[in-house]
């Protein structure tokens, strides 16, 4: 981590030519060492900020294996980007690569190459304005490899950058990164800490989080399900789906003895169970949409309908 905060700190004094040259030495050993990890991260590095040269180094590190496990689909996606008639080996490369792949993978790699530009634009906003969003935009596409190559270390070190700003999308993903020991030491106290700050600023989707986090021990549940309302409340769809499930299973929302089979569909905790699910449904959530099915099917917190 050291060595990727110093890089990135050197950032907007260095050329995207200054960056390929040294990836291009730590790659060769020209001069120095062999380190294809921190290679890899340079030509990412000036590939972002416009060195299309590099697009055909990262190419050949992807479908080699070089610093990283071999990925022809994350190959195709950088060859795509070199073929251009500076770089005529690009397209021999693109042809082997995708004669490995299925047309899927093919198409799939293809749409990553499209995504590099909104990367390339979010880095060069965060490098230059220092802008909160794009620091989280672009750790977002190292942590999830949409346009770059998944690097969660490169993806922890941007999001570390936006908590100057307080961002509350850059303190939740930061904490599950500290809560899973992705891309940073495993520190579950941090990542707690993180999405609680988070959570303070109202941001659903770190009050639903933290609430998965609570909910799995008795002591807290209580907190959890209060979260799991608040993040229902603000329109969190995973929070509405899991409140309806809760609400099914007469956890939240049920008074007095378990109901029996009759008039289940004035039963509260289920009106309130089917209410949550039919949210969640309408904003599109799959699963919420099978349990409303479910609940339509059985007469459960609503009148039975089969159709």
Known sequence: ?????????????????????????????????????????????????????????????????????????????????????????????????????????VKEAFALAAEFPHAARAFKAAVSANNADALVALGEAFATGTGVDIDPEMASEWYRRALAFQHPRAQMLLGLAYLAGKGVKQNPAEGMRLLGLAAMQGYADAEYELAEVLFKKAPTRVQAIGLFEAAANHGQVRAQFRLGQLCKAGEVGRSGSRTSTAHRDTVPHLKLAFEWFHKAADQGDVEALFEQGQMHAQGLGTPQDFE
């Open 1 to 105: 981590m050291k060595a990727i905060e110093k890089t990135l700190d050197d950032l907007p004094s260095i050329s995207a030519d200054a960056l390929y040259e040294r990836a291009y030495a730590l790659r060769m050993g020209d001069g120095v060492r062999i380190n294809l990890r921190a290679a890899h991260r340079l030509f990412m590095l000036a590939a972002l900020w416009g060195k299309r040269a590099a697009f055909y180094q990262l190419g050949l590190m992807n479908m080699r294996g070089e610093g990283r496990p071999v990925n022809r689909l994350h190959a195709a996606m950088w060859l795509k980007l070199g073929v251009g008639r500076d770089e005529p080996r690009a397209a021999r490369n693109l042809e082997m690569v995708a004669s490995e792949l299925t047309r899927e993978k």
